[in-house]
C-alpha cells in the first residue's frame, strides 16, 4: 500500500496547507492510499478535527486511512518559549526604527542541538517503519529534511509563503540582496533611492546574526558529526533545487515580481475543506446576512490586553461608519469591562461581535460577499486566503515576514498597510483611517475591483485540490 507522510510544524501557519492537502487526498477515498501526517503532540487536536469534518462531509465507506504521528516531543512556539522568548519579545518594530528584529535570529532554530537531533531520529524511524512513497516537508522544518537527506528519501517542499519568498535566492543578478524589501523591514516595493542602501545593510546584518548565532553553530556540529555535510536547511529556505519539487501558497498577482525556478508550484492559498457556512455555523451566517461587515483576526501569538483592546475597537469603530465588525479575541471574557464601556448603544452592541474561536474556518467567513475588509496581522495564510475571496484587507504587522506581505499588499493594490507609525503596536486613528480608506474611501471600488480580479486568478491556482493532485502524481513516477 503507497503512503504519504507530510511533516510540518503544529503552528497553524505553517501546517494548514499540510493539513488541507493530507485530507484532500483522504477525502477522495483512493484505495490503498494512507495519509499520514506527522508534528508534534499539540497539532493532534486540529488533526482529529479535519479528519472528523471531512468524514462528516462523506461519511461513505473508505479505502484509506489517515493516521497521525509525534515526532516533535514539543512545539516550535514551545522551543521559542524554552529559549526566553515571550510575546513581549518576538513583536518587534520595522527595522528602519529598530534594530530589536535581529535579536530574534534564534527563532529560525529555536531547538537545542540534543533536541534537534533526537527529531531527526524519529523522523527516520518512522519513515523506517511506513516506507513511504511520497514525502512532503513544511519548508520550515530542518530536521525533517535532514532526516530525508540522511535516508535519501526523496521529498516535496509545501511552503505557505508566495512564491518568491521561496526563490529569492533563485533570481538572477542577485536581486535577493537590493531588490526586494528586508526581512523585518517595512521599506515600500519598488524600493526608493533613499532606502536602497538601507535594505542592503539591513539583508547583511540578517545574515551576520545567523550564521553567528550560538545555537545555529552548535546545532550545525551536531549534525556534521551525525553526518549531515550539507549547509543546514535553515539557510536554503528560499533557494529551490530542480530534483526537489516545491508548492507555494501564492499566485504572481499577490506577489512581487519574480522569475519562477523550475519545480516551483504557485497554487493560490490552500486552505482546509469546510462545510459551506449555512451547514457549520448558521447563526452567525444570519448574522452576517444583515450588513457590509469588516472581520478582523490577528495572530494566534497575538495577546490583548485592556489597552491594545481599547485603541483596536476604537480603530474598527471609526473606520467602519455604520457597518458591522467581527472580531476575534481570545482574551474576550476577560475584558468585558473594555465592552461594556465602548459599547453603549443597543445598535453597537448587535453590530459587533466579538468571539473567542470560529467554528468555520475563517477563509470561508472571509468569501461571504457582506465580508468588505478583512483586517489581520499579515500572516501568509490570512493574506492568501482573503486575496482569495476576493476582499480587500488591512494589515497590520507585528514580525519579520508579515512587514513583507503589507509591502505585497499595498504594491499588488489590495489594500492598506495600518499601522505604519505605530507597528508592532496599533494607533486607534491610523486604523480608523484604513479601515475607513478601504470600504468608503474614494479607493474603495478600486480596491474592490482589484481585489475581485485577484481572486480569480487565485482560484485558478486550484489551492488544496491542485496540490493533491502534485502529491498523488508521485506516486505514478
Not at 503552528?11 to 492537502?21: I, P, S
Not at 558529526?225 to 533557494?239: E, I, S
Not at 465588525?325 to 448603544?345: F, G, S, Y
Not at 480596491?447 to 475581485?452: E, G, K, M, Q, V
Amino acid at each position: 500500500m503507497p503512503d504519504i507522510l507530510f511533516l510540518t510544524f503544529p503552528e497553524h501557519g505553517q501546517a494548514n496547507v499540510h493539513l488541507a492537502t493530507a485530507f484532500e487526498i483522504y477525502s477522495r477515498r483512493i484505495p490503498g492510499v494512507n495519509v499520514h501526517v506527522a508534528s508534534a503532540p499539540n497539532l493532534k487536536p486540529r488533526f482529529d478535527q479535519v479528519k472528523a469534518r471531512v468524514d462528516a462531509i462523506d461519511s461513505g465507506a473508505r479505502g484509506s486511512e489517515a493516521t497521525f504521528h509525534t515526532v516533535l516531543q514539543y512545539s516550535y512556539a514551545e522551543a521559542v518559549k524554552r529559549g526566553g522568548h515571550t510575546e513581549a519579545t518576538y513583536l518587534h518594530q520595522p527595522a528602519r526604527r529598530s534594530s530589536r528584529h535581529l535579536d530574534l535570529i534564534g527563532f529560525a532554530c529555536p531547538y537545542p542541538p540534543q533536541d534537534y537531533m533526537a527529531c531527526i531520529d524519529e523522523c527516520q524511524a518512522l519513515m523506517e517503519k511506513l516506507a513511504p512513497v511520497v514525502v512532503i516537508i513544511d519548508a520550515l522544518f530542518s530536521q525533517a529534511i535532514d532526516a530525508c537527506k540522511l535516508a535519501k528519501q526523496p521529498y516535496m517542499i509545501f511552503s505557505p509563503l508566495p512564491g518568491s519568498a521561496t526563490s529569492m535566492g533563485n533570481q538572477p543578478h542577485g536581486r535577493a540582496l537590493w531588490y526586494y524589501p528586508s526581512m523585518g523591514t517595512d521599506i515600500a516595493f519598488p524600493i526608493p533611492w533613499s532606502d536602497f542602501f538601507p535594505n542592503i545593510i539591513n539583508t547583511f546584518r540578517l545574515a551576520y546574526a545567523v550564521f553567528t548565532d550560538p545555537n545555529i553553530k552548535a546545532t550545525n556540529a551536531a549534525r556534521e558529526a551525525r553526518g549531515c555535510t550539507w549547509m543546514h536547511p535553515l539557510f536554503t529556505t528560499n533557494n529551490t533545487k530542480p530534483d526537489v519539487p516545491i508548492l507555494s501558497a501564492g499566485v504572481p498577482e499577490v506577489d512581487f515580481p519574480f522569475v519562477a525556478p523550475p519545480g516551483l508550484h504557485m497554487l493560490g492559498a490552500v486552505s482546509v475543506l469546510c462545510a459551506p457556512l449555512a451547514e457549520c455555523d448558521p447563526d452567525l451566517e444570519a448574522w452576517l446576512n444583515r450588513g457590509e461587515t469588516i472581520m478582523m483576526v490577528r495572530g494566534s501569538h497575538i495577546q490583548y490586553d485592556a489597552p491594545l483592546a481599547r485603541r483596536v475597537l476604537a480603530g474598527l469603530l471609526g473606520g467602519a461608519g455604520d457597518r458591522q465588525i467581527l472580531w476575534k479575541v481570545h482574551e474576550r471574557d476577560a475584558l468585558t469591562e473594555i465592552w461594556d464601556e465602548m459599547l453603549t448603544t443597543q445598535r453597537d452592541r448587535e453590530r459587533v461581535r466579538i468571539v473567542k474561536w470560529f467554528e468555520p474556518e475563517p477563509a470561508i467567513i472571509a468569501e461571504h460577499e457582506n465580508v468588505v475588509c478583512y483586517v489581520h496581522h499579515g500572516g501568509a495564510n490570512s493574506y492568501l486566503e482573503a486575496a482569495r475571496a476576493g476582499t480587500p484587507q488591512v494589515i497590520l504587522p507585528v514580525w519579520m515576514d508579515t512587514y513583507q506581505d503589507a509591502m505585497r499588499l499595498e504594491y499588488c493594490g489590495l489594500g492598506v498597510y495600518g499601522s505604519r507609525s505605530a507597528a508592532p503596536d496599533v494607533d486607534a486613528t491610523e486604523l480608523a483611517v484604513a479601515v475607513s480608506t478601504v470600504v468608503s474611501g474614494p479607493k474603495s471600488v478600486v480596491y474592490r475591483r482589484r481585489a475581485r480580479e485577484v481572486a480569480t486568478r487565485c482560484r485558478q491556482g486550484g489551492g488544496r485540490v491542485k496540490a493533491a493532485d502534485l502529491v498523488l502524481e508521485q506516486l505514478e513516477l
